[in-house]
């Protein structure tokens, strides 16, 4: 009979794996997502900029491989795929199309496409792309037509589905109005299928007019958290990463859940892991002779005929009271139960109340799901502005999945934040917090040390305003895992070493020393003893004898016989080492019936006791 100790604590080891999901782990999706890259091969496309600047192809296709590098670590059964439309070649299935080439099918990324598109970077690669692909009239009702036959050559499930413009032309036919119409309504079939177009245009000499034709081509924004259509063009490779990577990311929800304001009042919300902590993956075991991943599968038996157990002839039991108290797996799962899962209000605090030591697990942050619940967003948009202006957070009950134990989250109000070209920072919303119980707070009885004087305190006061900046989370990279991907992805490549990291956690010596200047010697002066080097090597080992041989050994302490009988008188025997009490015993002609430091004790006091 399997204990109930033992079911809980599979139980645990899931719930533990589950919250870490909840601080960032792999969301379940219902499907894949998917990604295609249209990118513009005209002759425009391969002008390179001023000051050596790369062109928006060169551009492009860095961007179009940092996209697959990343997709391979972090999502590597996502589909991709690269298009190139506008060239002078064709390449589609059943060659339906001119002047369109499809470089890449829609399918997993891998180290042979890394190569691929590694290929068409530089001036080699422009030389490459010429050859091969060529430039030469333009369709982008074709491309468009292409990238549906894509989509629709895909026999699994798509979770979500995007496709990315890249150009630096702002009217691609030259004003020929049927192609621009033919556009148009592909654009609207794509759609029309859950096809999201994003346009990436790139700079040109003129500025590009995004309402000459491709503001009827993409899609409009999603909602307020996304950035939208940008009017400025990208002229930097790292305003294009970045654009990219604020689109092709998808924003799932960990949970969408019900937040009980009252009686018969309830909004809809999601829940989103705003930060998680990046690991690196876990191994997977091959089959050695094939390299084929193993699966690996658990069965129970019985211990005494050997007979399968299935799932119902497992019962669970806990010991109490020096019995077993049996319970059906239903009755465990009724008992874990506490309620439906969702928030729930409980009152207001002021933000005096929540205390730094309160964080005991990342926060989350909360945003209203219009979809499930109609008015969820006025009404929760009327919530998050009164909390902001009284200064208040929402204390709440919250149960994130069913048979999870409740937990308090105070939710703390966030307003929207914009840049200058009206780009969001931060989205307008709530990031719940979880609260510690009473258990979990503990006592500390922290060691006595001697207190430091005002002016150290003053001292290490400048000390920290000189070395104070401005932290911002990623600019910081872990290298433990930057290295780890790097290595793997030489072995893919077949690079013949991996590429250098920059270890951005090192100190900055030189600009620190730079920073301080003299403090640092002050500071030394005023709490370390004159000539104090915190440098110094510990002291060399003992040479041995040139002559003899033999280390030097040390010289006998012999304590004079007054000093000892106040030792024995005061009990303080034991303050002495053991080689000092040998020596002692030797000294006064003390018989021992042993060497450790109690029986030497007990022969002296029974010798020089009065």
């Known amino acids: 009979m ?21 601080s960032g782990g792999d969301y379940k999706s219902t499907g894949r997502d998917s990604l295609v890259f249209l990118v513009d091969a005209s002759k425009e496309m391969f002008v390179k900029g001023e000051d050596g600047q790369p062109s928006n192809f060169d551009m492009t296709m860095q961007v179009v491989r940092s996209v697959y590098s990343s997709k391979i670590i972090s999502s590597y059964r996502d589909l991709v795929a690269l298009v190139f439309y506008g060239t002078d070649q064709s390449k589609n299935p059943r060659n339906s199309f001119k002047h369109v080439y499809v470089y890449h099918n829609l399918d997993e990324p891998g180290a042979k496409r890394v190569q691929d598109v590694d290929a068409l970077r530089g001036g080699k690669g422009a030389t490459l792309a010429a050859e091969t692909m060529g430039s030469g009239e333009t369709s982008l009702g074709d491309a468009l037509w292409c990238c549906a036959n894509l ?64 503001c009827d081509i993409v899609n409009p924004p999603e909602d307020e958290s996304e950035l939208g259509l940008q009017l400025e063009p990208c002229d930097k490779l790292e305003d294009l990463q970045k654009r990219v990577r604020a689109r092709e990311q998808k924003k799932r929800a960990m949970a969408r859940l019900n937040l009980c304001l009252g009686e018969g009042m309830n909004i809809a919300v999601g829940m989103y892991a705003s930060a998680v902590t990046a690991r690196k993956p876990a191994p997977i075991r091959l089959y050695r002779e094939t390299n084929e991943p193993v699966r690996s599968k658990t069965r129970t038996f019985h211990t005494q005929t050997g007979s399968l157990l299935l799932p119902s002839d497992i019962k669970k039991a806990q010991t109490y009271g020096k019995k077993q108290i049996v319970m059906e797996r239903d009755e465990v799962d009724a008992i874990k139960k506490f309620e439906d899962p969702g928030f729930f209000l409980i009152g207001f605090k002021p933000m005096e109340k929540l205390k730094l030591h309160h964080h005991i697990r990342p926060a989350v942050f909360i945003y209203p799901e219009e979809d499930e619940v109609k008015g969820s967003a006025c009404l929760f948009s009327a919530l998050l502005t009164k909390c902001s202006e009284k200064n208040v957070f929402a204390l709440c009950r919250c149960t994130s999945r069913r048979n999870y134990p409740p937990r308090f989250v105070a939710l703390v109000p966030q307003r929207e934040h914009v840049d200058e070209g009206k780009v969001q920072i931060t989205p307008p919303g709530f990031n719940a917090i979880y609260l510690p119980y009473a258990d979990d707070l503990r006592t500390m009885d922290p060691p006595q040390f001697p207190s430091a004087s005002q002016m150290q305190v003053d001292k290490m006061k400048e000390i920290v305003t000189k070395l104070r900046f401005k932290y911002r989370s990623d600019a910081f990279e872990n290298p433990v895992i930057q290295q780890h991907y790097r290595n793997l992805e030489a072995l893919a490549l077949d690079m013949m070493a991996p590429e250098d990291i920059e270890d951005l956690i090192m100190p900055k010596v030189d600009q620190i020393n730079n920073r301080l200047g003299p403090l640092t010697d002050e500071f030394k002066d005023l709490v370390y003893p004159p000539g104090y080097n915190p440098e110094n090597k510990p002291a060399a080992k003992r040479k041995t004898d040139d002559a003899g041989g033999r280390a030097e050994k040390k010289a006998k302490v012999e304590l ?21 009490l040998k020596d002692a015993c030797k000294q006064f002609g003390v018989r021992t019936t042993g060497t450790k430091k109690q029986e030497l004790i007990d022969a002296l006091i029974a010798q020089l006791a009065p």
């Open 2 to 22: 399997a204990e109930w100790n033992a079911y809980y604590r599979n139980e645990n080891e899931e719930e533990e794996q589950e919250e870490g999901e909840e």
């Open 151 to 214: 989509y629709s050559d895909i026999k699994l499930r798509l979770s979500h589905k995007r496709l990315m413009i890249f150009t630096c032309r702002d009217d691609p036919h030259g004003g020929d109005s049927t192609k621009d119409r033919q556009a148009r309504t592909k654009a609207s079939d794509l759609k029309e299928t859950g096809v999201v177009i994003d346009l990436m245009h790139l700079m040109k000499p003129g500025g590009f007019d995004v309402s000459l034709f491709f």
């Open 560 to 580: 004079p016989e007054d000093e000892l009988r106040a030792h024995v008188q005061n009990g303080t025997l034991g303050k002495l080492t053991v080689p000092v």
